[in-house]
């Protein structure tokens, strides 16, 4: 099961994006460019890009992200999502791997 999606993004039983949602949620600082790639790849829907961009603040937006299509997409879909962090929030998403 070494090749299944999300294993190596895996800490505890939990995704690396489950596992870090508060941290993400209080520091992720491009959302829309996030949520660009995210519909351009498919992980979320044409709604779900509308309705999660209608939050007034990017905690909200990332809130509304977490609750909705991330929920859904499964590990695959938050491998991507992981990807897309580490192209737009690399320091970030590095400073969470050191904890």
Same mark, same amino acid.
């Given at each position: 099961? /070494?090749? /299944?999606?999300?294993?190596?993004?895996?800490?505890?039983?939990?995704?690396?994006?489950?596992?870090h949602r508060t941290a993400l949620i209080d520091r992720v600082?491009?959302?829309?460019?996030?949520l660009d790639r995210l519909l351009e790849r498919g992980i979320i829907t044409q709604n779900a890009y509308s309705e999660v961009r209608a939050n007034r603040t990017n905690q909200k937006k990332m809130r509304e992200l977490f609750d909705g299509p991330l929920k859904a997409c499964g590990a695959k879909g938050k491998d991507i999502f992981l990807d897309i962090l580490m192209d737009l929030e690399a320091f970030l998403i590095n400073d969470l791997k050191g904890e």
């Open positions: 099961m /070494a090749g /299944a999606p999300g294993k190596k993004n895996m800490i505890k039983d939990r995704h690396f994006v489950d596992h600082s491009q959302v829309e460019p996030l």
